[in-house]
């Protein structure tokens, strides 16, 4: 067998080759859950800055890991014969990732960028054309394998593809399906969203403290309670109404608490919040657009 049958058995196998390129806290967080669904190391490659980060990434995980610090030409080796490439540098840095990348890219290999704010039409004219192109938006629970995960596929990607990608980020969340223009949308929700949850803990212990717990106490109890509240979440039919409503009891010190969220305008409050998210991310596409 050749050389080249060789890597084309490789690449037509049931599990992709997946290249990594920037192995920060998002990057990192789906390589490690790719890894613990069962894909084996050795169709796992990624890229790092420093030497010491290829280090300790590379005794951690057991992947091929290569430092632009010690090669120029990193990020194109670790994308040679691969199926899928994860884009995993900040939003500033992607299109010139995609210029550093592009010679040495299959048109069969499907590039995939985490990043917020950079568009598909911008990471196409820097990239071979007709190359197969995703976004994703994840969030930071995609670290503990509970992320909520959005896919949308550009137009010369194949259903086969689409369908290899999100089995992908599956291995750190859940993923849904959107067009483009709905990216934004998707930021403001999810993606910015596990701030929102931060903060309201955050306001709850502060609350706690002023009412006379001391602060470790009064943040035990809010931390405990966001995340106890998120488990009932995790339930596929749960709905997040039906369960305020179901704790809510007539008249009682529950419905007192909700009546004074809604009657000082957390509804309106949150749309604005959310609203402000996505546009940030529409502003992003504008700066980063060609």
């Known amino acids: 067998m050749t050389e080249t049958a060789s890597a084309s058995t490789e ?3 049931a599990e992709p080759v997946i290249a990594f390129l920037g192995s920060g806290s998002m990057n990192g967080a789906i390589l490690r859950g790719v890894l613990a669904s069962g894909v084996p190391a050795r169709r796992v490659r990624a890229t790092t800055r420093s030497q010491e980060s290829r280090d300790r990434l590379s005794q951690e995980t057991g992947v091929q890991v290569l430092s632009s610090e010690a090669d120029a030409e990193a990020n194109r080796r670790a994308v040679e014969g691969a199926d899928i490439v994860m884009l995993g540098v900040k939003p500033y840095a992607i299109l ?4 550093d990348i592009r010679p040495a890219l299959d048109l069969s290999t499907v590039v995939v960028s985490v990043a917020a704010g950079v568009n598909m039409v911008a990471m196409a004219g820097h990239l071979p054309e007709g190359q197969p192109i995703v976004r994703s938006m994840p969030n930071t629970p995609s670290s503990v394998g509970h992320g909520a995960l959005s896919l949308t ?14 089995e992908v980020l599956s291995a750190v969340g859940v993923v849904v399906q959107v067009p483009e223009e709905q990216i934004s949308a998707v930021t403001g929700v999810s993606g910015s969203g596990p701030a929102y949850v931060f903060l309201l ?3 709850m212990q502060k609350a706690g403290e002023r009412l006379g717990l001391d602060a470790q106490t009064a943040r035990t109890l809010a931390k405990q309670t966001v995340s106890g509240a998120g488990r009932l979440l995790e339930d596929p039919d749960a709905d997040p109404e039906a369960l305020r409503r179901a704790v809510t009891s007539p008249n009682g ?3 007192r608490a909700i009546e004074t969220f809604l009657d000082n305008g957390i509804e309106d409050l949150v749309a604005r919040a959310v609203q402000a998210s996505a546009a940030r991310g529409d502003e992003m596409e504008q700066e980063y657009a060609d």
Do not use: N, P
């Open 153 to 166: 596929a550009g137009d010369h990607v194949t259903e086969d593809q689409a369908t290899a990608v999100e």
């Open 96 to 99: 010139e990732l995609c210029d």
């Open 201 to 203: 803990a955050e306001m």
């Open 253 to 255: 010190t529950t419905e």
């Open 11 to 13: 690449r037509s196998s």
